[in-house]
Every structure is written in C-alpha cells, then in structure tokens.
C-alpha cells in the first residue's frame, strides 16, 4: 500500500487538542514527554575539532533558550574536542553518530543523549546484524546514562527497506518501527524518534501515523533541510502547527540555513511557533506549499565539506529569484552524508564536496563544478528544464 500526503487546512482556536501523555525520557537537565514542557532543540554548524567557534555557538543558542544542543562527531579528533567542550559547558548535549556508531562509546562520558540514524547503520561493519549495533548502543547509553533518538530521515534510508517499501513513508515507518523493537525487546525505554522530510506535508502525514501506531513514545519533530528565511520558518509552521494542535511532538528541531552567528533563530522561530500553538493562534497558510519554487537546503552542521556553503545556498535562492512562479525544486546540501540522497527527489541538486559542488537533474550527475562557476551551470540546467516542459 503507498501513502499519500494529507490535504493541509487552515487550523483555527479550536483545533488546538490537549497534548497527549507519552513516556518521560530525561534527558541531562531537562525531559522529554511525560508532563515536561515542549523541549526546544538545535544542532552546532561549526566544525566540532573548531572549539572556540562551537563553545560560542553553544552559548548563542543557550542564550537563546536551548534545551538540547546536538553536536556532530565522526573522528577521534572530535571526540577529543568534545572532551575539551565538555569541560566549559554544563548544556545539554547529544552527539550525532551518523556512520560512524562505534564512537558512542568514546562520546558517551562527555553527553546526555545519541543521535543515530538507522539508515546510516550499515556503512560501518556490514557483516554485523542490525540488532547488535542497536543492541551496543543501548549497552552503551546504559553506561553512561544517556537518552537516544532514533533518527530516521527521508533522504538517508535504508537501502534494504527502501527496496522493499512501496514509498519513502512506508519505508520510514518500518525502519523505525524495526528499531523501536529491538530496543523494547532489549528493555530499554530510554528514547525518542524522530521521522523527518523535507516536504511539510511527508513530516505532518508520518507523525501522525507513527503517534496512532505508538502513542507512548516521544516524537522529536523537524522539517529537515526546510532552507533560508522566510522559507524556511513558514515550511516549519505549516508542520508544526498542525502536529502540535494535536498533541503530537514532545521536542522541536527547526533547521535553517544561516550564516553562524545567526543560529539562534532556530530557537527563537521554535518558540514563536509552540507559544502560537498554545493560545491558540495559528498563522500557517498551507497554500504556500502549493506550486512555485521550492529551495530546499540543509542547516549545515560539522560535516560541511566548505564553509562556502552557506554563502552558496544563499547565491543560490538569490539567482532563482526570477524563477520564483516556477513550480521547480531546487536542493542545496552541504556534504555526502545527506546530499547525494536528498537531491535526489528534486529538479536539480547541487551537493558540496571540498573544492567542488556536484549539480544533478534528477538522479542523474551532470557534473563537477568549481564553487564560482556552478551557479552558471545551474541556471542553464533550469532554462533547459522549463524548455523542455514548454
Ligand atoms: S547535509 Fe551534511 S552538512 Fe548538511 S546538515 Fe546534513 S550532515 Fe550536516
């Protein structure tokens, strides 16, 4: 059976539901579900190994009223800036282990929370079954006390279930439905899932049925790559306003593209959007998600392969201003973790590497440019896209 995407109305006052009652997972200081308040969450874009940059990135978005700050690690080396970290924060931290799970055990003395993604899980020591490396990271977040999210995003899954699945949702659902299994089947209560698009609508329809199927697990809500301001925000609100009229969603992400010393935002606009929710005022327009360019591109985090990134999304949105009645998708990503994935589903993808940025039609590589001349490239690849609809 293939999922289809909810038609998204206008919500008034009195569509705002009381919030449900899940499990309470603590989380350092803080908790999510249960009776605790809507966690406000956001992730470092700086280079972890950078610990200047990432200490004062962390104090902007504490100032700003985070709960939970994520921090990217995938080497020794950022372990070893995290132990660095650790020493000048008491803020609440969780590491994002993406491919590389086996740093858990490394990670666990300096943080409250994991964050991994099953779809990731496979790239490291194939020959291990799925069941024991959910198996050592739960023996490992018993050590040390820590909370997990199971971190299942559209644009990274698994292979395997993705295969098999009629759609992205069905294959999202039954990736996270198989690890909340095995973690149950091992006793272990201690976590939160998270189910994540870029679409608004993807995120509204999954969580909603994943709520339905499991109402006492906590739901970690985020629009993934939602892109710049005002896009971005909007995108986000269209989501969120409806998940938490409903009850639904015990800790927020809001992922933006900007420039660093911006990051706050992400907190600031969560706050705006669950403050809205709770008296009843809601601002989304669903329409805006109805045709006309759409520029996706992700919040960038330690991973980003070039500082120019940001700068780059911005270029981007900027030369595609002309194009903004075009019913176009166009997705900016910052490394190979995520964007050889997530460019897939749009018109076109621009995906950085070190020196260069991969641009896509499609699924399909049209090439390696420099960082100066892809723009370029990019707009003869829309010229030639909305010729060839004419
Ligand atoms: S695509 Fe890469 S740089 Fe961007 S947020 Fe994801 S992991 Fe970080």
Redo the contacts with the bound molecule.
């Keep these: 059976m293939s999922s289809s995407l909810p038609v998204l109305e206008p919500l008034t006052s009195s569509d705002r539901g009381a919030r449900r009652s899940t499990r309470r997972v603590p989380v350092g200081s803080v908790a999510i579900g249960g009776e605790a308040p809507i966690a406000i969450q956001s992730m470092c874009a700086t280079k972890t190994t950078d610990i200047p940059l990432t200490l004062t990135q962390i104090r902007l978005l504490e100032a700003a009223g985070a709960d939970i700050i994520r921090i ?1 690690i995938d080497s020794r080396k950022d372990i070893e800036a995290l132990e660095q970290i650790r020493k000048e924060t008491s803020a609440n931290l969780v590491v994002d282990l ?1 491919e590389n799970y086996r740093l858990a055990e490394k990670a666990g003395p300096f943080v409250q929370k994991f964050r991994y993604n099953p779809g990731h899980l496979h790239h490291h020591q194939r020959s291990v079954p799925v069941e024991d490396k959910v198996k050592y990271l739960v023996e490992t977040a018993g050590t040390f006390d820590c909370a997990i999210r199971i971190g299942v995003n559209f644009g990274s899954l698994d292979p395997d279930q993705k295969a098999e699945a009629d759609d992205p949702m069905q294959a999202a659902l039954a990736s996270a439905e198989q690890h909340v299994a095995i973690m149950e089947d091992l006793g272990f209560e201690r976590f939160v899932v998270s189910l994540k698009s870029s679409d608004p609508r993807a995120v509204v329809a999954i969580n909603r049925e994943f709520a339905a199927r499991a109402p006492m697990i906590p739901l970690h809500l985020g629009v993934t790559e939602a892109g710049m301001l005002p896009d971005g925000a909007i995108k986000t609100r269209i989501a969120f306003e409806q998940l938490l009229a409903q009850g639904v969603g015990e800790t927020v992400r809001v992922s933006l593209t900007l420039p660093d010393n911006e990051k706050d935002k992400e907190i600031l606009t969560a706050r705006e959007i669950i403050e809205d929710v709770q008296a009843g005022r809601f601002r989304s327009v669903p329409d805006f998600l109805d045709g006309g360019l759409n520029v996706i591109s ?8 070039n500082r120019a ?1 940001v700068d780059l999304a911005q270029k981007v949105k900027a030369a595609l201003k002309p194009f903004e009645e075009k019913d176009l998708t166009v997705a900016v ?7 050889p994935g ?1 460019t897939d589903e749009a018109d076109l993808g621009l995906w950085c590497a070190p020196t260069f940025v991969n641009l896509k039609r499609g699924e399909s590589l049209v090439g390696k440019f420099a960082y100066d001349e892809v723009i370029g490239r990019l707009l003869e690849e829309v010229d030639s896209i909305l010729a060839s609809r004419s």
């Design positions: 990217a993406q992700c919040p960038s985090c330690s991973r980003v392969e990134f990503m910052g490394c190979r973790v995520n964007g997530e």
